[in-house]
């Protein structure tokens, strides 16, 4: 089973700021990673596919990038609405699809 | 647009059985395999198992196999996850997820989630 490991557990910035959160994987998944956001209460949402591909309807601010082992997910000044967590999940060698534990993205 | 409304909260005694219905509509239901996940504080984002809704076959994660039962029906668009057994440790939120397409691991779609509480 393949392991993602995120970091920072938590990152604290301002509005306006821009974050990088860390997804790796514990051996390759090629570009089979996608990154998605959930806020307190709500189901997560696809925000990226396939490594670097935006979801539908997704600001142009989150772009994601990254192949094999090591992937970034930026968001591009931050907005109040983007604090939340954000989950990252490999499929590329699967079942078991496989999340990782997630970076909580709060305001500082 | 594409929904996922899944069944209410609740709450079930150890040994109990539980099962949450997840009822699809804005697609063709069969054209999409079926995730279920589930959300706990300590364990994070877990995947049970997925279902193809199109003649019920379905893959189970190890970890629960002999425990979950993930089966549809085609006239409602509707999935079940039963889970048996129950155990404190079984106390989450379970998601109904939908597949983008052929099976092929991605999650675009999720149901709003059930709260499942086990306890005595």
């Known amino acids: 089973e393949i392991v993602l490991t995120q970091s920072p557990a938590t990152l604290s910035l301002s509005p306006g700021e821009r974050a990088t959160l860390s997804c790796r994987a514990s051996?390759?998944?090629?570009?089979?990673l996608a990154w998605y956001q959930q806020k307190p209460g709500q189901a997560p949402r696809l925000l990226i596919y396939?490594?670097?591909n935006r979801a539908t309807g997704i600001p142009a601010r989150f772009s994601g990038s990254g192949s094999g082992t090591d992937f970034t997910l930026t968001i591009s000044g931050l907005e109040p609405e983007d604090f939340a967590f954000y989950y990252c999940?490999?499929?590329?060698?699967?079942?078991?699809?496989?999340f990782g534990q997630g970076t909580r993205l709060e305001i500082k | 647009q594409v929904q996922l409304v899944q069944s209410g909260a609740e709450v079930k005694k150890p040994g109990a059985s539980v099962k949450v219905s997840c009822k699809a509509s804005?697609?063709?239901?069969?054209?999409?395999?079926m995730h279920w996940v589930r959300q706990t504080p300590g364990q994070g984002l877990e995947w049970m198992g997925i279902?193809?809704?199109?003649?019920?076959?379905?893959t189970y994660a190890q970890n629960f196999q002999g425990t979950v039962t993930m089966t549809s029906d085609t006239s409602t668009s509707t999935v079940y996850m039963e889970l048996n057994s129950l155990r404190s440790e079984d106390t989450a939120v379970y998601y109904c997820?939908?597949?983008?397409?052929?099976?092929?691991?991605?999650?675009?779609?999720w149901g709003q989630g059930t709260l499942v509480t086990v306890s005595s």
């Open positions: 396939d490594a670097s």
């Open positions: 279902i193809n809704p199109s003649g019920g076959s379905t």
């Open positions: 051996q390759s998944v090629s570009n089979y």
């Open positions: 999940l490999q499929r590329s060698n699967w079942p078991p699809v496989t």
């Open positions: 804005g697609y063709t239901f069969t054209s999409n395999y």
């Open positions: 997820a939908r597949d983008t397409v052929g099976g092929s691991g991605l999650i675009d779609y």
